[in-house]
């Protein structure tokens, strides 16, 4: 699987929105972007993931730069609930294989 | 509640001796894993269950021995282990459709921290 590269930590203030960067540039084409997120003492949890175009749910927005090679996890207003380290992956869609590869994440501190 | 249970959430054991490690999945999947998280380095897939049959292993020693009875539970047998093998092992499932792309989300349990003595 393709590599992703994130920023080991990252600072927010409460209630202000973050912008979660992920460089993935030997992303290949069939390879999804997920995002997932481990908040202290929990086993990591789903957040989003997308192909190409930019996708919404209930927990964050995925901006996918238009050559893929870069993709941005939007948090809209961060609340102290939502620190965690947040993980980007990729995942190949031709496989069949089931496994999630997890690099070392990006570490958010949210700020009352 | 996650819909992937863990037990024991903590386990102590001495070099020579035998523990399992239990996951029970109630959300009806048909895939489950294991990860192990030691720290300071990211989460290590060790081995995945796809309906019922083992599809990876990740060169993992023999001292840890997976189990998959049936598509809700998952053992981890641990025999003989080092000190270095005291890590977060989590469990995750998720439901795979045949032929399909494979993205669907993998749920997560809270995970047994095991320190080995």
């Known amino acids: 699987d393709a590599k992703t590269t994130q920023p080991n930590s990252m600072e927010s203030n409460e209630e202000e929105p973050v912008h979660l960067p992920c460089n993935h540039s030997?992303?290949?084409?069939?390879?999804?972007i997920h995002w997932y997120r481990q908040l202290p003492s929990q086993g990591p949890e789903y957040v989003i993931h997308?192909?190409?175009s930019n996708v919404n749910n209930r927990m964050a927005s995925l901006a996918i730069a238009e050559d893929r090679k870069s993709s941005t996890l939007i948090l809209h207003r961060a609340t102290l609930r939502d620190a965690a380290v947040y993980y980007c992956?990729?995942?190949?869609?031709?496989?069949?294989?089931?496994?999630?590869?997890f690099g070392a994440g990006t570490r958010l501190t949210v700020k009352p | 509640e996650t819909g992937v249970t863990q037990t024991p959430r903590h386990l102590v054991m001495g070099m020579t001796n035998k523990k399992s490690l239990k996951c029970e999945q109630h959300l009806g999947h048909n895939a489950m894993y294991w990860y192990k998280q030691s720290a300071k380095k990211p989460l290590e897939l060790m081995f995945v269950y796809s309906l019922e049959e083992r599809v990876e292993n990740n060169s993992v020693p023999s001292r840890f021995s997976p189990e998959c009875p049936n598509s809700s539970h998952l053992f981890l047998h641990l025999h003989t282990l080092q000190p270095e093998d005291s890590a977060l092992y989590l469990c995750?499932?998720?439901?795979?459709?045949?032929?399909?792309?494979?993205?669907?989300?993998?749920?997560f349990g809270n995970g047994t921290r095991l320190t080995v003595t």
């Open positions: 995750a499932s998720s439901q795979e459709m045949i032929l399909q792309v494979p993205n669907s989300p993998l749920h």
């Open positions: 997308g192909l190409t």
């Open positions: 030997t992303i290949s084409g069939t390879d999804y």
């Open positions: 992956i990729l995942r190949d869609g031709l496989r069949n294989n089931n496994d999630m590869r």
